[in-house]
Every structure is written in C-alpha cells, then in structure tokens.
C-alpha cells in the first residue's frame, strides 16, 4: 500500500485530515505544505469553466489538470476525480483509472456512489488502484443540494451505503452534505476516515473548494467559511495596474531590461 495512503489512514480517530482542491501547479505548490490530501476535483467545471454543473468536463481536462498539480506535489496524497461517465462500469472504469494513474503518476482516484458501482471500486482495488469514496451530495448523480441523513432511515440507508464501499475496498471516503448525526454515526461504526464537505466536525477529516475558501469563487453556502477575500484582493490589483499604465507609471525607469 501506498505509504501515504498509511498515513491517512493512522490518522482514523487520532488527527484531523486536512483537505483542499487544486487545478494547477502554483496552487498546489502552497497547499502541499500544509494539507494531507490534495484533489483535482471535477469542480473545475464550476471554478475553472463556468459551467453549472460537473458533468460536462472530460477526462483529458482531469488529466492535463492533474498533471500541472503533480509538479507542485511533494508530502500531500494527491487524488483525483474520475469525471461523470468516466466509470459507468467496471470495463470503462478499470480503462480509464489506469490511464489517469499511469498519466499522472497520481496516488489515488474518487468515485461518486451512484448506490450501485461497488462492483467497479471493489474491480479497481483488486487491481492495485486506489479508491477514495463519496456518498451524500454526489453532484454527478443529483441535480439539488440538500441536508442527507435526517431521519432514522437515512441515516441507516447512508451508513449501509457507507459500509458497502468500505468493504469494496475504499481507503477513506467523502461525506458531503451530512446531517451532524449521520456522520456522527458513519464515521464512529466504519474503519476508514471519513472527509467532510458540510457535514460537520464529527468526521475525521474536512474538504472544501479551495477557491471558495480563498473568496473567488462567488459560490458561497452556508457550509463554506471565506479564510480570505481575493476577489477584493485581485479587484484592487488590477484597479492599481490600470491606474499606473495609464498614468505612465508603468513600466518605469526600474522595469526596462536593459536599465
């Protein structure tokens, strides 16, 4: 096993994982001194290419993209999204997991459960690729946000769904959009870490979009704190450059290549 896929998992009930998303090199370079994992995630349809959902983004983008993160990658578990339609059974999906992982020298790739596909995770562990799960919010398979796991049978269905990737031989798994006491429940009865994205604390790990993190995305719910405001930042940049251009203030005496 890969030893950075051990060190996530010693870290089950002892030290929270930290997580983030990356689409490039300069962004990955950062996060990979202070995160555990780092994902290119198929988000980058919303961040990157403005589209309104994650469906339309091909492998090749998810490919061309993780290979400009793996140069900023030297600590973090690097994982990838296998984009929709790209594991629709175990033949397509052993296909293009080889390729991404042979392409991108990455650690590990994520499936979204559609509630039926532990077949093709339990199919690619067999054959040495590792699988990071993701239950709850799945926006691959569901058009709306809602809170998952509200009621007794939920949380049952959700744990059962939980448990049934575990046992296809996951090594962690994402839990978006839990109630408190689903992930409560989930991540204390399975044995692999569970990642939140607006599922509370309880889980032993948390992942957000890193660019609504950084405030620039726009995309902004309840689930999601702003630890910084580029766009503001960004904002008055780019008002100072325009300004000094057209001021002639730039470029001065000190930026000419042969001053």
């Not at 290419?49 to 793996?70: A, F, M, P, R």
């Not at 994402?174 to 607006?198: D, F, M």
Request: with cysteine; glycine share 6%.
């Amino acid at each position: 096993m890969n030893k950075k896929i051990k060190k996530i998992l010693s870290k089950k009930n002892k030290s929270k994982i930290v997580s983030l998303t990356a689409y490039s090199k300069s962004i990955a370079k950062i996060l990979d001194k202070y995160l555990d994992i780092v994902l290119v995630g198929d988000s980058m349809a919303n961040v990157l290419y403005g589209q309104k959902d994650t469906h339309k983004i091909s492998l090749e983008n998810i490919i061309q993209h993780t290979l400009s993160v793996k140069m900023g990658i030297k600590k973090s578990l690097l994982v990838v999204d296998m984009p929709k339609g790209s594991y629709k059974n175990t033949k397509v999906a052993e296909k293009n997991a080889k390729l991404v992982m042979k392409k991108t020298k990455c650690d590990a790739i994520k499936l979204e459960s559609d509630k039926n596909n532990y077949k093709i995770i339990y199919k690619l562990v067999r054959k040495k690729i590792p699988v990071m799960g993701h239950i709850g919010h799945t926006p691959q398979f569901k058009k709306k946000f809602k809170i998952y796991g509200q009621s007794k049978d939920e949380i049952h269905k959700l744990l059962k769904e939980a448990q049934m990737i575990e046992k296809a031989g996951a090594f962690a798994i994402v839990l978006e959009c839990l109630a408190p006491e689903a992930a409560k429940i989930i991540t204390n009865k399975i044995k692999i870490p569970t990642i939140g994205i607006g599922s509370s604390f309880y889980c032993d790990g948390q992942i957000l979009v890193t660019d609504d993190m950084l405030g620039l995305s726009g995309f902004y719910p309840k689930f999601v704190k702003k630890f910084a405001n580029l766009n503001r930042t960004i904002e008055k940049a780019v008002k100072k450059y325009t300004r000094d251009v057209k001021l002639k203030k730039f470029p001065s005496t000190i930026n000419f290549l042969n001053g």
